[in-house]
Structure formats: structure tokens, C-alpha cells
């Protein structure tokens, strides 16, 4: 999607509403603005979810069960290694 913006005289400029219908973007929504090769990129910041390190880790141990001996770096690497020589990640299987 391409869309055109006219910067005013104190630096501002409009996100066409198609844009950001399209994107998501609300009122207030915070943006990063990157310096690019090319020119300025606005990329939407990433919203907190407010829960701690701790809760996270949980809910994730919560949803993956693994209830096997302890697994070295080692072999998490050499698991990975071996995914991605197979042609990679394959969620449906």
C-alpha cells in the first residue's frame, strides 16, 4: 500500500486513515521513527503486556510439556541445526 503525506511547517505529518485502518493504529499510538537509506520509516512501538518475567515463564511452561532428562545447549543446537538442513520449522506436522 502506498500513500502520500504533506509535512507541515513545524515537522508533522498525517497517516492517511486507510493506513492506518490498516495498520491498526489508534490515537495516542506511539511510533519509532527510524532513519532509513531510503528515508524515515515509522514502525508502531511495541505494547507492554504489564505481567512480570515470572508470569510469562510460567504460561509458557504451562503450554509446553516436556517431561524428559534435561537437554544440553548442545543438543538444542544440533536439534535446530538439523530442523533447519531439513527445510525448517514445519508447525502442521
Same mark, same amino acid.
Given at each position: +500500500? @502506498?500513500?502520500? %503525506? %504533506? +509535512?507541515s511547517a513545524k515537522g508533522q505529518v498525517v497517516?492517511?486513515? =486507510?493506513?492506518? =485502518?490498516?495498520?491498526?493504529?489508534?490515537?495516542?499510538?506511539?511510533?519509532?521513527?527510524?532513519? %532509513?537509506?531510503?528515508?524515515? +520509516?515509522?514502525?508502531?512501538?511495541?505494547?507492554?503486556?504489564?505481567?512480570?518475567?515470572? /508470569?510469562? %515463564?510460567?504460561?509458557? *511452561?504451562?503450554?509446553?510439556k516436556y517431561d524428559g532428562p534435561p537437554v544440553?545447549?548442545? =543438543?538444542? @543446537?544440533?536439534?535446530?541445526? /538439523?530442523?533447519?538442513? @531439513?527445510?525448517?520449522? *514445519?508447525?502442521d506436522r
Amino acid at each position: +500500500m @502506498n500513500a502520500k %503525506t %504533506t +509535512m507541515s511547517a513545524k515537522g508533522q505529518v498525517v497517516i492517511p486513515k =486507510d493506513v492506518r =485502518d490498516a495498520l491498526g493504529l489508534k490515537p495516542g499510538q506511539a511510533l519509532d521513527v527510524v532513519q %532509513t537509506a531510503g528515508g524515515v +520509516m515509522l514502525r508502531p512501538v511495541a505494547e507492554k503486556s504489564g505481567r512480570s518475567f515470572e /508470569e510469562i %515463564t510460567a504460561e509458557i *511452561h504451562a503450554r509446553i510439556k516436556y517431561d524428559g532428562p534435561p537437554v544440553s545447549i548442545e =543438543d538444542m @543446537n544440533t536439534a535446530i541445526a /538439523e530442523m533447519w538442513a @531439513n527445510g525448517g520449522p *514445519h508447525w502442521d506436522r
